[in-house]
């Protein structure tokens, strides 16, 4: 059973809260996006992936870039203005997809950021333009994120959460209201 968290109280941005999870699943994000025991030893775990692919071998500056990141990424998502658009924001999982698709996988990463490219994504459901329901996100640090378990896990979420909302019916934000109507 999973329930559903509104970030924006308005409707626009919401993140599912897993069975058994005490928080949902953008603000557990941070939270380990921030923990410098946790990202200690996932960088140690993943440290190949982010010198080979990121030309980056100490792991200290690699947690501060990380904290550096979350806190700007934090204050994208959680500073959202009433006019803001959030499909400026999200963008759609696979690279070559044009147009929208029911339920759509979308990810948000930061922009601009000096030395490297941010590794942080933020993986969401698409309902509608403006809509997004968030699934979790990863630390990614390869090219695809079949490459790697952390982030075939969060594609795995993605289709979870994308399964249970077509299962319940629910194809756009309408659908996902009345769904939350009738708990």
Known sequence: MMTFDDITEDGRLWAVRYEGDTDNALYNLFEQWNDVAWLRAFFKANIEDLSSYFKITDINQAIMDTIEDSERLQCVIMDISPDADLDAIFRPL?????????????????????????????????????????TGGAIKLTATMQEREHTQAELVKMENVRQFLLN????????????????
Do not use: C, P
């Not at 929208?100 to 490297?116: N, S, Y």
């Open 168 to 183: 319940e019916g629910i194809i756009d934000d309408d659908g996902f209201i009345d769904y939350l109507n009738t708990l």
């Open 94 to 134: 696979e690279n070559s997809r044009m147009a929208d698709v029911t339920l759509g996988k979308e990810k948000a990463r930061l922009k601009q950021r000096i030395r490297h490219s941010s590794w942080l994504r933020i993986y969401a459901i698409k309902l509608a333009s403006g809509v997004y329901i968030i």
